[in-house]
């Protein structure tokens, strides 16, 4: 995800207590990376753990738009995939209260070590690392998930929301946040996220304009025993048509 390294601390007043997880993955593997297309469009390089800085996130009210748009609930397990600086995971943690949990997830290992860090002390946190195609999550354990400014950046998207599929429970819900630009300058166009997200089963729920030329997208994710076969799973091309 495209952030600048300006690290700036956040002070919450939550007031959980607990030791954290260890960063490994919850569940086994599931479907390899092999299993599907290439997207066909270039995929943007991680080069930080934020895209922004949290004051200027705060400022804009990015959190707060994007939990309205969300709905989420005390009680609810909610996957922040990708979850980098853990901005969205410290505030998630009181949101869903002592009764919910929030699974931070995310392949690079430099940012899952400063994300153990960052939430010592929250209880119903646990640290989660995943692979480019799969975010390695229990089945059926997960009510809500965000990707927030880097769906641009996952090498293989069919294979992740594949696998994302099988972990979110009946009526899950996934939002993904990004900027309306190309993939190469670390944005996605609503066309083509909606082709893409169509073609791994997935159907539109909500659609929410942000500030500063980003946009929150919400789908409901397919049942598990309902998504489509890897191999009938066709790219789209970056005008967001199918082959």
């Not at 997830?105 to 070590?113: I, K, N, R």
């Not at 972990?167 to 944005?187: C, F, K, L, N």
Request: with cysteine; charged share 20%.
């Amino acid at each position: 995800m495209i952030r600048i390294p300006t690290l700036i601390p956040t002070v919450l007043a939550v007031v959980l207590a607990g030791p954290v997880c260890a960063a490994e993955p919850l569940a086994p593997a599931g479907a390899p990376a092999d299993a599907f297309p290439k997207p066909d469009r270039p995929v943007a390089e991680i080069v930080a753990p934020r895209w922004s800085s949290e004051a200027a996130r705060d400022k804009a009210g990015e959190f707060a738009e994007v939990a309205r748009g969300m709905g989420f609930a005390p009680g609810e397990t909610v996957a922040d995939i990708g979850a980098g600086s853990g901005y969205d995971v410290v505030r998630l943690s009181p949101l869903v209260g002592p009764g919910g949990r929030v699974l931070a997830e995310d392949v690079t290992p430099d940012y899952l070590a400063a994300l153990e860090t960052r939430v010592k002390g929250l209880a119903n946190v646990t640290v989660v690392r995943g692979e480019p195609h799969d975010p390695r999550l229990p089945p059926a354990s997960v009510d809500a998930a965000i990707l927030v400014h880097m769906y641009h950046e996952i090498t293989q998207p069919f294979g992740l929301l594949y696998n994302l599929a099988a972990a979110m429970r009946p009526g899950g819900r996934v939002g993904i946040v990004d900027a309306d630009d190309i993939p190469s300058r670390h944005g996605t166009p609503p066309a083509l996220l909606r082709c893409e997200l169509t073609a791994a089963g997935y159907r539109e729920t909500g659609f929410h304009p942000l500030k500063d030329g980003a946009y929150l997208a919400v789908f409901a994710a397919p049942p598990a025993d309902q998504r489509p076969s890897p191999e009938t799973i066709r790219p789209c091309r970056d005008g967001a048509t199918r082959r």
